[in-house]
Nanobody, 130 residues
């Protein structure tokens, strides 16, 4: 069974950068599309970025386009989210999620629907504050 573990969260000043990692275990990652979501208390989980199983296609939420970059290393079973120009509104718990049944989900207009993803990590907190 696939398990996902996020890391890299913490405090960062506005304008700063942060690198989040999502490491998979229990199953090879190269058949899974992976997405990053984020959530703040009282709000719905928001799609941040998505990468197809072989890394050929990526997509981003409107609020992070041009600032965040998603990548993957299937040999290391790892997906990375590079975040830059961070602002307080980027503060959230960040989750990675995986789907094997929809490996091209990132090409869907509805990619950020949480029901597309079956496996979730426990999340890592990112706080942007001065």
């Amino acid at each position: 069974q696939l398990q996902l573990v996020e890391s890299g969260g913490g405090f960062v000043e506005p304008g700063g950068s942060r690198r989040l990692s999502c490491v998979a275990s229990g199953f090879p990652l190269d058949t899974y599309a992976i997405a990053w979501f984020r959530q703040v208390p009282g709000k719905e989980r928001e799609g941040v970025s998505c990468i197809t199983s072989l890394g050929r296609r990526t997509t981003y939420g409107d609020s992070v386009k041009g600032r965040f970059t998603i990548s993957r290393d299937n040999v290391k079973n790892t997906v990375i989210l590079e975040m830059s120009a961070l602002q307080p509104e980027d503060s959230a718990v960040y989750y990675c999620a995986a789907t094997r049944s929809r490996p091209t989900v990132c090409t869907y207009q509805s990619w950020a629907d949480i029901t597309n993803f079956r496996t979730w990590g426990q999340g890592t907190q990112v706080t942007v504050s001065s």
